[in-house]
Structures are given as structure tokens and as C-alpha cells.
């Protein structure tokens, strides 16, 4: 479950902060001229559609889970998304709040098996938190929008260097406290 809900995430947290930049903001970002709505490849009401059915078909996916998964579903699906464009004209560190919102399923995975969030749920969150600060948004200077790669500057390759050693070394700590085996490291620390 865990894993579809992120992948159907990943494709509603890419529609909607590219549908309200689209329509609220005005712009459209360097970045986004590819995607059907700004090519014009499909009708606001087709881009409408689109994302509504995704949106259905993540509260489907969560309608069975608990309550304290479910609240945090619904708060990732609507909430955390829509806020990312806004936070692309007031802060440095747009992809921060994008990290909470494309890696919600990392905390609500634990809470849909009744499990408390745990020290290891919460460092493995900071790691993936810390993977998308990856996203380097080169074109944001065209788009007038600001990120941690134009706050970054020169130092970007060791600041990122950072995040990546913080994403491993979330990976190892998460997995020793789980206690989980070989071909966890293996695959999740060292691939």
C-alpha cells in the first residue's frame, strides 16, 4: 500500500502545484512548459479531470487505513501540494515543504499499521526530506521564483553533498534500529 500510495502521489503532487502555478500565479516556469497543461496539449478542464480522478483515487487508497493514517493522508493530498507553488515566491527553500509533501508516506506508512511514529520513522522522513532538496531547479532564475539552488550558489556540490550523506546515513540508522538485514543495506544503503 505504502508504495502505490506514494507512486499516486508522486503524480498528484506533480499536478497539483503545476495546476495552481498554472492558474493562480500566472507564470509558467521553464520547467513546466513540457507539461501538458502548459504546452496545451490538454484543456484546463481535461487537466481538471485528471486531477480529480487522481485525488479519488487517493482517498480511495486511504478510506480503509486508520484514523491517524487517514488524517495524515488527507492532509498530504490536499494541504502539503497546494501550498509548494506559493512557496516557490516567499522562501529560498521551496523544495523543504516539498520534501514534507512528496515523502508523507514514510510516516504514514507506520501509521497505517497501528505503530507509533518512531525515532527511526522520523529519521528515515529527515533522510528523504533531505534526498529533495536534490531537486535543483535551474531554470527557476528564468521563472523569477527562488530555490535552494540559487540560494546555494557556488556551493551547491558540497551543500548537497551534505543532504546526500544525511539521506544515507538516515537509511543505515533507520535500518540498524529496525533491525533489518543484509540485503537491506545492500540495496537501500549502499545502492
Known sequence: ????????????????????????????????????????????????VFMFVHIAIMVRMIWNVNQDAFSWGVFSIFVLPGIYPLMKRITYWPQAWLGLAMNCGVPMAWLALDLELSASAL????????????????????????????LFGTWIKPILFAFASVLVSSLYIAGSMNKMGAYYYLISVLG
Do not use: N, Q
Open 1 to 48: 500500500m505504502a508504495w502505490s500510495l506514494t507512486m499516486t502521489a508522486r503524480v498528484l503532487h506533480l499536478e497539483i502545484p503545476a495546476f495552481i502555478t498554472y492558474l493562480i500565479l500566472g507564470f509558467i516556469g521553464a520547467s513546466l512548459l513540457h507539461r501538458p497543461l502548459a504546452a496545451g496539449t490538454i484543456s484546463v478542464f481535461g487537466a481538471l
Open 123 to 150: 529519521i528515515l522522513y529527515a533522510g528523504t526530506w533531505a534526498w529533495t532538496i536534490w531537486y535543483d531547479k535551474r531554470d527557476d532564475v528564468k521563472a523569477g521564483v527562488k530555490s535552494t539552488a540559487l
